[in-house]
Structures are given as C-alpha cells and as structure tokens.
C-alpha cells in the first residue's frame, strides 16, 4: 500500500511541475528562427560553385561537409535533425564485394584458403550523400558525401532542410564541381 501512495504521490508532483511545451507563440522571433551557415570546405569559384578533386585511384572519393546552425540571437542550436540528398546516385554491380577467408596453418602462418563473393546486389542505387545528421551542442552540423570516378565533370547539388522551432521548413543548397 505505501508503494501505491509513493508512485500516486510522484505522479501527482510531476503534474504539477509538469514539462512546458514548446510553445512557438511563447518565444521571441530570434529564439525560432534557425540559420545554417554552410562550411564544405572547398575552394569556392567566383560563380559560388565549389569544387571537389575527385580522387583517380579510388572509386569513390569521401568528404565532410559541415555547417552550423545558429538562432538569430547567436545561440546555437542543438540537436536539430537536418536531412541531407544529393541529385547523384549511382548503382551496384552484381558484386558488392568480397571477404577473404583466412586462417593458421599447422605451423601457425597466416594464409589466405578461400574467397567468398557477396552477390546479388544487382541495380541498387546508391546516393551520394548520407541521409540525415543532428546539430551538437555547438550547432555544428556533419554531412558526407562520396561522389565516384564516373561523375568527373559533373556538378553536384547538395540540399539541405531542417525544421527549427517555428514549425518551418528551411532548406538550401550548394553546387559542387566534381574535378
């Protein structure tokens, strides 16, 4: 009976200190509106187009894309969900790759007895860009992207969107010239 009264008790104090709702109609315009400021990283062309080398010995070529996000008063804004695509996709092969088996011979060398091929992967499509990051507690934001060796010459599009506490889409882009 006492455990009843505690846990009735408890339910009872956290009604009354309840947890506010974020009320956008209770915040000034600065605390709701969101800013991304874009970093890539990338030297920029008087066009406003980046550009990224795109690396001949691998097939794909790995970059970070950063950026922060900031309300108007300067504050950051964390934990903001910003989902990322990109307009380039590529597709698989019918080998997606392969594991080397590898194990200890009677005189304990390592040697290679076997390779197994992982098959079947055939026409999946392949995005460019991952899909989706959250702002730390500095507001800084993470993005990577891999565009690969056949899209040399190309320029890519790097979009973003983040709803902020005003409930609204933002959203944005970047050009990026695949060199």
């Given at each position: 009976?006492?455990?009843i009264w505690?846990?009735?008790?408890?339910?009872?104090?956290?009604?009354?200190?309840?947890?506010?709702?974020?009320?956008?109609?209770?915040?000034?315009?600065s605390e709701?509106?969101?800013?991304?400021?874009?970093?890539?990283?990338?030297?920029?062309?008087?066009?406003?187009?980046?550009?990224?080398?795109?690396?001949?010995?691998?097939?794909?070529?790995?970059?970070?894309?950063?950026?922060?996000?900031?309300?108007?008063?300067?504050?950051?804004?964390?934990?903001?969900?910003?989902?990322?695509?990109?307009?380039?996709?590529?597709?698989?092969?019918?080998?997606?790759?392969?594991?080397?088996?590898?194990?200890?011979?009677?005189?304990?060398?390592?040697?290679?007895?076997?390779?197994?091929?992982?098959?079947?992967f055939s026409?999946?499509?392949?995005?460019?860009?991952?899909?989706?990051?959250?702002?730390?507690?500095?507001?800084?934001?993470?993005?990577?992207?891999?565009?690969?060796?056949?899209?040399?010459?190309?320029?890519?599009?790097?979009?973003?969107?983040?709803?902020?506490?005003?409930?609204?889409?933002?959203?944005?882009?970047?050009?990026?010239?695949?060199?």
């Amino acid at each position: 009976m006492k455990h009843i009264w505690t846990l009735i008790l408890s339910v009872c104090i956290f009604a009354a200190n309840g947890c506010d709702a974020i009320d956008p109609n209770n915040q000034s315009e600065s605390e709701n509106k969101i800013i991304m400021t874009i970093e890539p990283s990338l030297d920029v062309d008087e066009n406003g187009y980046y550009h990224l080398m795109i690396d001949r010995n691998n097939w794909q070529t790995i970059h970070r894309v950063s950026g922060h996000l900031n309300y108007e008063n300067g504050s950051s804004a964390e934990l903001i969900k910003v989902y990322w695509s990109s307009n380039f996709y590529w597709y698989l092969g019918d080998t997606l790759g392969y594991i080397v088996h590898e194990g200890l011979t009677d005189d304990l060398i390592y040697v290679s007895y076997d390779t197994t091929y992982i098959t079947g992967f055939s026409g999946m499509e392949v995005p460019t860009s991952n899909q989706a990051s959250y702002s730390n507690a500095e507001g800084e934001v993470n993005n990577m992207i891999a565009p690969v060796r056949s899209m040399i010459g190309d320029t890519m599009t790097l979009f973003w969107r983040f709803s902020g506490n005003d409930y609204l889409y933002n959203e944005g882009s970047i050009g990026i010239v695949l060199e």
